[in-house]
């Protein structure tokens, strides 16, 4: 048998540590083709799936070619599609890499994500705290590695009217270090404060919207390039900042000292900035 077709399902799943917790999942619509198995590989091509929960998630559409060699997976042509958001991703991949100077091996995984749309409203099903925020992301990019060698490059977030960030990131974890060193490289990031302020805050947060002084948003676009180097607990923030106010450079070092005070150490420079503007 190589093809599996299934119509009109339904299924559930209730939490025996959480009584509360129940999911219904209905009209579940599935047709794998292309099925092959051997002890070492199976590949199949989820030719379509669709379903809806109790929860109110609803996946109109799921496609891609599957196969698995030994403890490696790849996944091909993604394409997910739910009321909200649409995916699309030429290749997944998670494969087992020796780690250096040891015999056991680490999963790998690798990314790449085509220009795809991401719903707050989505997420929010999945992670109750963002719960209440609607914003459209549509996100690009490739990551790769694992949580102690992660990497996204060229990576590029867009959202609003005019806010698009894009850039490089990296996180590793050092022997002999309790937090990762943190590099992300902004080739672009630029906003502005009407943007911001319709960006809809979570639900559990105080405010629905932020709010700002009126004179910020005739300030137009602010467009920061640069880089963010280091520890959280100790980071250098290099790069200019531009808007109708004037330039902005930094080379600051940033050290939090307590819950409620942070250390500033290095060199701010402006050039024709009307710091009028900013106090009107």
Not at 47 to 74: K, P
Request: aromatic share 12%; hydrophobic share 35%.
């Amino acid at each position: 048998c190589n093809r599996f077709i299934l119509r009109e399902s339904e299924f559930g799943f209730q939490s025996f540590t959480e009584p509360y917790r129940k999911v219904v999942v209905e009209e579940v619509r599935l047709r794998i083709d292309k099925f092959r198995f051997s002890p070492d590989n199976i590949s199949f091509q989820l030719f379509s799936m669709s379903l809806n929960d109790s929860r109110g998630f609803y996946l109109n559409g799921l496609s891609a070619e599957f196969r698995q060699t030994g403890s490696d997976i790849f996944i091909d042509n993604l394409h997910l599609e739910t009321l909200n958001s649409r995916i699309e991703s030429p290749q997944i991949a998670y494969t087992q890499q020796p780690m250096p100077g040891s015999d056991e091996t680490v999963g790998d995984l690798d990314v790449h994500l085509a220009p795809s749309l991401i719903s707050m409203a989505d997420l929010s099903l999945f992670v109750p705290a963002l719960e209440g925020m609607d914003q459209l992301l549509e996100v690009s990019g490739q990551i790769s590695g694992n949580i102690q060698n992660l990497k996204a490059r060229k990576f590029e977030i867009k959202t609003g009217t005019d806010t698009r960030i894009s850039g490089d990131f990296a996180m590793n974890y050092i022997p002999g270090f309790g937090e990762p060193f943190l590099f992300l490289e902004l080739r672009e990031a630029r906003t502005n404060f009407r943007d911001l302020s319709n960006i809809r805050l979570p639900d559990i947060s105080n405010v629905r919207n932020l709010k700002f002084p009126e004179q910020l948003y005739q300030a137009g676009n602010f467009n920061y390039r640069g880089n963010f180097t280091g520890f959280l607990s100790d980071f250098v923030v290099y790069g200019t900042l531009d808007s109708r106010m004037g330039r902005i450079k930094t080379d600051i070092s940033i050290t939090p000292d307590t819950a409620s005070h942070i250390r500033y150490r290095g060199r701010l420079e402006t050039t024709g900035f009307r710091l009028e503007s900013l106090l009107q």
